[in-house]
């Protein structure tokens, strides 16, 4: 599995926009890029997943560069309520486990 | 939302002693996974279990762990012989598909062993 590289942690305030990027050099052609989010004392909670490009959802975007060796999560306006720890990881789209590094810990304040 | 339900949220148990963390997983999956997560560490694989035997697990998952899906609906792990670094969050998670990501996580099992 392609090895992931986040910030440990990030802070922001509440209504703006927060960008976490991962840098996965060694990502595979058939990698696929993902996103989990893990509020204390809970299991983790799928946000996105992408290829290559763009991907959007209610929740968040995802950018990923032509050489997908680096991805982005953008949070927009962000809640006290999202602060949590933001994992990115890497790997083929079936399997049977999933390999999370050390997350970005994500602080919202007022 | 559909969720997955794990019971207890909290075990204590004395070394030595044996116990049983139980999950329901979303009704309509396939694949059931286990995690634990020591406090302030990472997040890692235990086991995945498709069509009653095991799929894949990795080194933690030694001799002193089982799991079973002993009925339709539960799917449950087991420690043997509880030893203190067994003491972590336990997650259940569960897929519709083989696809490695879109997992559903349960709230998890703190288990604490004295």
């Known amino acids: 599995l392609a090895k992931t590289t986040q910030p440990i942690s990030m802070d922001s305030y509440e209504g703006q926009e927060v960008n976490i990027t991962c840098s996965h050099n060694?990502?595979?052609?058939?990698?696929?890029i993902t996103w989990y989010q893990q509020f204390p004392s809970q299991g983790p909670r799928f946000i996105i997943q992408?290829?290559?490009t763009k991907v959007t959802n209610e929740v968040a975007s995802l950018f990923i560069p032509a050489d997908r060796k680096s991805s982005t999560l953008s949070l927009p306006r962000v809640s006290l309520s999202d602060t949590a720890v933001y994992y990115c990881?890497?790997?083929?789209?079936?399997?049977?486990?999933?390999?999370f590094g050390g997350g970005t810990r994500l602080m919202v304040k007022p | 939302e559909p969720e997955v339900t794990q019971t207890p949220s909290h075990q204590v148990t004395q070394m030595g002693q044996e116990v049983i963390l139980r999950c329901v997983p979303i009704?309509?999956?396939?694949?059931f996974y286990w995690y634990r997560q020591i406090l302030g560490q990472k997040v890692e694989f235990l086991v995945s279990?498709?069509?009653?035997?095991?799929?894949?697990k990795s080194e933690i998952f030694d001799d002193q762990f089982s799991v079973e899906r002993p009925d339709g609906s539960n799917f449950t792990l087991k420690i043997r012989s509880t030893k203190l670094e067994d003491s972590a969050m336990y997650f259940c998670?569960?897929?519709?598909?083989?696809?490695?990501?879109?997992?559903?996580f349960g709230s998890g099992t703190r288990l604490t062993v004295v």
């Open positions: 998670a569960s897929s519709e598909e083989q696809n490695n990501y879109g997992y559903t």
């Open positions: 060694n990502i595979a052609t058939n990698d696929y």
């Open positions: 992408g290829y290559k």
């Open positions: 990881l890497v790997g083929p789209y079936a399997g049977n486990m999933l390999t």
């Open positions: 009704s309509n999956h396939l694949y």
């Open positions: 279990f498709y069509n009653n035997e095991i799929s894949e």
